[in-house]
């Protein structure tokens, strides 16, 4: 399902006005006419149905007009179902080790896609400088990162509004994590030794959120396992080839998501 990402809220009657590239997304991409239907995201996370009350080509504007709950007769839908008022399946983190800018971008596209709810980057041990100092600059990096998840967003049609953090120390994100009240963690570690499989670690899931560290370049070092494990991390490892720390990201994400969907089929044996 596409949507749409709105970048300023309604107004008070209810109307959203779209113009420059946005226009040009609903336009060109979307090709949305008057009376159109689609699945808007606004600025707070919410999802809603709105209306092509008014396209305008010469002005360059489309005039979006929120529907009336349960409002569909007599449109055509371009997002194919709609708004979906509530994501799909697990609530997810992803404390991802802080990588070179490049792959830290592609990483934050496909959390996205795959429904991540938070993105956090920790400052790890192998961690290159460079891309640490690149993560802090705040102000740039902030702003595009939010481009490239609401551009996800308008792709995928994730429900989930993802988040990223302020990158955080090892030390603070399990300190984090344990505020935010826990669940099943879950660490990526290039090693095979004190690793449980996936399976195990994920038996005791009950529909709480679920948290995956993925190390940088180089993975995660021997003490921060041990950190991440004192608070409550269970450690994995994939017996696979040596995967790149933006291919071990959505690798684990997928895992995670494809083992618990046939939780119900799995046999474990003492």
């Given at each position: 399902?596409r949507?749409?990402?709105?970048?300023?809220p309604?107004?008070?009657?209810?109307?959203?006005?779209?113009?420059?590239?946005?226009?040009r997304?609903?336009?060109?991409?979307?090709?949305?006419q008057?009376?159109?239907?689609?699945?808007?995201?606004?600025?707070d996370?919410?999802l809603c149905n709105?209306?092509a009350?008014?396209?305008?080509a010469s002005?360059r504007?489309?005039?979006?007009?929120?529907?009336?709950?349960?409002e569909?007769?007599?449109?055509?839908?371009i997002?194919?179902?709609?708004?979906k008022?509530?994501?799909n399946?697990?609530?997810?983190?992803l404390?991802?080790?802080?990588?070179?800018?490049?792959?830290?971008d592609?990483i934050?596209r496909?959390?996205?896609?795959?429904g991540?709810?938070?993105?956090?980057?920790?400052?790890?041990e192998?961690?290159?400088?460079g891309a640490?100092?690149?993560?802090?600059?705040?102000s740039?990096?902030?702003e595009?990162w939010q481009?490239?998840?609401?551009e996800a967003?308008?792709?995928?049609?994730?429900?989930?509004?993802t988040?990223?953090?302020?990158?955080?120390?090892?030390?603070?994100?399990?300190?984090?994590?344990?505020?935010?009240?826990?669940?099943i963690?879950?660490?990526l570690?290039?090693?095979n030794?004190?690793?449980?499989?996936?399976?195990?670690?994920?038996?005791?899931?009950?529909?709480?959120r679920i948290c995956?560290?993925?190390?940088?370049?180089?993975?995660?070092?021997?003490?921060?396992?041990e950190?991440?494990s004192?608070?409550?991390?269970s450690?994995i490892?994939f017996s696979?080839n040596i995967?790149?720390?933006?291919?071990a990201a959505?690798?684990?994400?997928?895992s995670?998501q494809?083992a618990?969907s046939?939780?119900?089929?799995?046999?474990?044996?003492?």
């Amino acid at each position: 399902m596409r949507q749409f990402v709105a970048s300023s809220p309604l107004s008070s009657d209810g109307t959203l006005r779209v113009t420059d590239k946005d226009f040009r997304y609903l336009k060109q991409v979307l090709r949305i006419q008057n009376g159109d239907m689609l699945a808007v995201r606004l600025p707070d996370g919410s999802l809603c149905n709105m209306t092509a009350a008014q396209v305008d080509a010469s002005c360059r504007t489309v005039t979006l007009q929120l529907c009336a709950q349960g409002e569909t007769s007599g449109t055509r839908f371009i997002s194919e179902h709609g708004a979906k008022s509530e994501k799909n399946g697990v609530s997810f983190y992803l404390f991802q080790f802080i990588a070179k800018p490049q792959k830290m971008d592609l990483i934050i596209r496909q959390a996205t896609e795959c429904g991540v709810e938070l993105i956090v980057p920790v400052i790890g041990e192998y961690c290159e400088k460079g891309a640490v100092s690149a993560c802090r600059a705040s102000s740039a990096k902030a702003e595009r990162w939010q481009r490239i998840i609401r551009e996800a967003l308008s792709q995928c049609g994730s429900a989930t509004n993802t988040r990223v953090a302020e990158p955080m120390s090892v030390q603070d994100a399990a300190s984090f994590w344990k505020s935010e009240g826990g669940g099943i963690a879950l660490s990526l570690y290039e090693r095979n030794e004190k690793t449980v499989s996936l399976h195990k670690a994920l038996s005791a899931y009950s529909g709480e959120r679920i948290c995956l560290a993925v190390g940088a370049e180089g993975g995660i070092s021997p003490s921060e396992i041990e950190t991440l494990s004192q608070a409550g991390f269970s450690t994995i490892h994939f017996s696979t080839n040596i995967l790149r720390c933006e291919t071990a990201a959505l690798y684990g994400i997928a895992s995670v998501q494809s083992a618990l969907s046939e939780k119900d089929l799995w046999q474990f044996k003492e």
